[in-house]
């Protein structure tokens, strides 16, 4: 996949994303109120700030698509984790201001400050409907990720599946409070206000190790040793070391040579070495290679 098309399928992705929590924005907070179910309206609440950050994501994509310039020499991409670590962020605040506001609506109806009549079936409707959409876009963002290796994707292909476990708390807290037990519907919106912050710290954890150089996996670690064991004239492979620009790999590596060899027989071995790793792995912009005499 190009970077044209890496960008355009990106920017689908988003907009989609963006136009179905606009509705569901809408549609959960009006008949939250309607339907007198705070989980639901707090599931509206969830939503509507998913408004905000995806029109947020929307600016980081387009700077992160930019060319590189002389500050930057690499690129924008990095931009992509940065968007990434700001979803987290959001989807964590939100689900604190959920989870007080649920608490003490919960302390209220068991102290019988207020009272609450349970949730009219609407709420319930709009629920599934809810759960149903936000299926399908988990679905296709996650799989839209994993093709285009670009983070803020994946941080959004986990909102979407917070937003699942979430509305499918608030539906139980509809069920259980019109059944006889009121109090179950504000506590359901605290089940979601957890769900949603252990997805916001699940966010930034992963997206914070591209932007902290994380050290390769074990399997890039083994697989660039299978690619050069091959190579006639490496010795040894002595050290390896990379690090994301957005979907991008840079390499650095220290290879063992035959220290015999000419400057330009050593030059010949790390040309072999770049055009195998180029060639065998596909995000792999820039390789670095130090070599020397292998001990």
């Known amino acids: 996949m190009n970077a044209t098309e890496r960008i355009k399928k990106s920017n689908y992705v988003v907009n989609l994303g963006l136009g179905g929590n606009i509705l569901l924005a809408i549609l959960k907070t009006l008949f939250g109120i309607i339907g007198h179910s705070p989980a639901l ?10 408004v905000a950050y995806y029109i947020i994501i929307k600016i980081f994509m387009v700077l992160s698509g930019n060319p590189p ?35 003490n609506t919960v302390f209220e109806l068991v102290t019988g ?14 629920a599934g409907f809810s759960i149903f959409l936000k299926i399908a876009l988990y679905i296709y963002t996650k799989k839209t990720a994993k093709k285009t290796q670009n983070a803020a994707l994946t941080a959004l292909a986990y ?3 917070n937003d699942i476990l979430a509305t499918s ?46 050290v390769p996996s074990k399997e890039l670690a083994k697989q660039i040793h299978e690619l050069l064991q091959p190579i006639d004239g490496v010795i040894a492979v002595e050290h390896i070391a990379a690090h994301r620009f957005g979907p991008y790999i ?8 035959n220290g015999d060899l000419t ?18 792995l596909e995000l792999v912009r820039t ?9």
């Open 250 to 257: 840079m390499i650095n590596l220290i290879i063992g040579v």
């Open 159 to 161: 909102d979407h599946g």
């Open 69 to 103: 310039d002389k500050e930057h020499p690499y690129g924008h991409h990095q931009l992509e984790s940065i968007a990434a670590v700001v979803v987290g962020a959001f989807v964590m605040t939100t689900g604190i201001a959920i989870f007080w506001t649920s608490i």
């Open 169 to 214: 708390a608030a539906t139980l807290g509809i069920i259980i409070g019109r059944i006889g037990l009121p109090w179950f519907d504000p506590l359901a919106s605290c089940i979601v206000a957890i769900i949603i912050i252990r997805t916001g710290i699940k966010i930034i954890q992963e997206s914070s190790q591209d932007l902290m150089d994380a």
């Open 41 to 50: 309206l707090s599931d509206g609440i969830n939503s509507t700030s998913d």
């Open 287 to 295: 390789i670095y290679i130090h070599y020397h005499p292998a001990k």
């Open 113 to 126: 400050t207020i009272t609450f009549p349970g949730s009219n079936w609407i709420a319930l409707f709009i």
């Open 263 to 280: 400057v330009s027989e050593g030059d010949d071995i790390a040309t072999r070495v770049e055009q195998v790793l180029y060639t065998h």
